[in-house]
């Protein structure tokens, strides 16, 4: 993976329309899937609610769940800003938990309202799933580069890289669950992350 998206002030006027076809779409798709459910959401609806063509469509998202599902997405290397300037000598785990969590607390009320409702369509169309898991895999490859970056391994090759990306993406993932039913917002989610990680640190020690 390579390393950060250069910014957007730092993209030129072709990368920034790309980049907001892509949001336009995916914010039409799901809004469509809200309003209609998966089953009766076609491309051709969401070109015409993204006010472009099918085949534009087409050419951003492979499918029309793979568009529902990019909808506010939260790119891994946002989640993971800061974490070159923790110090290096912090233990990784506490690293991640401190700028995964900052990530969360930093969403707005609507950001993780939309984050919710799109995790409950999830729940009701099965078909979305492969496109969040492949979403949290992308997180875990850049926790992996990211710690593998500090420590100067070669991330295909070390285990503990692996094993802290594969443990960091499953707190995550596990706090979002946790937190999807709730009417609370980012600040209740953000502190479900830091459980999460608390419990990794404890080594998932449970007193009977």
Request: net charge negative; proline share 5%; aromatic share 4%.
């Amino acid at each position: 993976m390579s390393d950060a998206a250069p910014a957007p002030e730092e993209l030129g006027l072709r990368e920034r329309k790309k980049i907001l076809t892509r949001e336009t779409i995916a914010s039409a798709a799901f809004e469509l899937a809200q309003e209609h459910g998966l089953d009766d959401v076609t491309v051709s609806d969401i070109a015409e609610r993204a006010f472009v063509s099918p085949r534009t469509v087409s050419n951003y998202f492979h499918s029309k769940e793979a568009a529902i599902v990019a909808a506010d997405e939260n790119e891994p290397m946002e989640m993971l800003a800061g974490f070159e300037d923790r110090p290096h000598d912090e233990p990784a785990l506490q690293s991640l938990r401190t700028v995964l969590a900052g990530s969360v607390r930093s969403w707005s009320d609507e950001h993780a309202q939309r984050l919710r409702a799109k995790e409950q369509l999830i729940d009701r169309a099965p078909a979305l799933l492969p496109h969040r898991m492949a979403q949290y895999d992308e997180l875990e490859d850049a926790i992996r580069h990211a710690v593998a970056k500090r420590t100067g391994v070669d991330p295909e090759t070390d285990a503990f890289s692996r094993l802290i990306a594969g443990a960091a993406s499953a707190a995550v993932k596990t706090a979002v669950r946790m937190w999807m039913n709730s009417d609370a917002g980012p600040d209740a989610l953000a502190a479900l992350v830091e459980q999460s990680f608390d419990e990794l640190e404890s080594g998932l020690h449970h007193d009977a």
